[in-house]
């Protein structure tokens, strides 16, 4: 799911106990230890519903009397925008629960015969933040070659702390 993004959790307890506390707890791929993030109740048939927005890839399960769920694991993928700085220059910019710096973005080029081509790869620096997330970016030449332009952040780990991630595209 995009960075920012609302997910609805919700189940159904095995037995049942209308107005019952139903803790949620979360693991975050950042954090060492599982937090609680609130409670909510049992309704009369013993189904629960809670709102969460992770800022990472998390682990969900609820607690009723002592007895936890199985977790509910949720990858986030950074929101990328890329825009032209000048002829020869775009800047790439992340938004992600915590700072991406270190990670290398790719920009990729649109080729009629072979798809998206990569063209150059930056190292993401940390901006700043906006609202609850975290900006990471990087300035970088695309040279003068025709064809539209992405920027992708791949990830070849299903069990990193972000998801791969991928740019709008936009005619050169």
């Known amino acids: 799911m995009p960075y920012g993004t609302k997910v609805t959790l919700e189940g159904t307890a095995a037995d049942p106990q209308p107005g019952a506390a139903v803790q ?7 954090a060492y230890s599982t937090k609680r993030l ?7 048939g013993g189904a629960w519903t809670a709102s969460v927005k992770p800022r990472g890839r998390s ?3 609820v607690e009723i ?12 993928r950074p929101r990328v925008t890329i825009r032209r700085l000048n002829r020869s220059r775009v800047q790439v910019r992340l938004v992600y629960g915590h700072s991406l710096a270190g990670e290398t973005i790719d920009l990729q080029r649109l080729r009629a015969a072979r798809g998206w081509v990569h063209v ?6 940390r901006r700043g ?13 695309t040279g003068q070659r025709r064809g539209s332009l992405r ?22």
């Open 24 to 30: 949620l707890l979360s693991h975050d791929c950042f």
């Open 38 to 44: 609130g409670a909510t109740a049992e309704d009369s």
């Open 59 to 61: 682990s969900y399960r």
């Open 65 to 76: 009397d002592g007895d936890r769920s199985v977790p509910v694991d949720v990858q986030v």
């Open 120 to 125: 150059r790869s930056g190292a993401l620096q």
């Open 129 to 141: 933040r906006v609202g609850e997330g975290v900006v990471s970016a990087v300035t970088i030449k």
């Open 151 to 172: 920027a992708v952040l791949e990830q070849p780990n299903p069990y990193a702390c972000f998801a791969t991630a991928v740019s709008r595209s936009f005619p050169r």
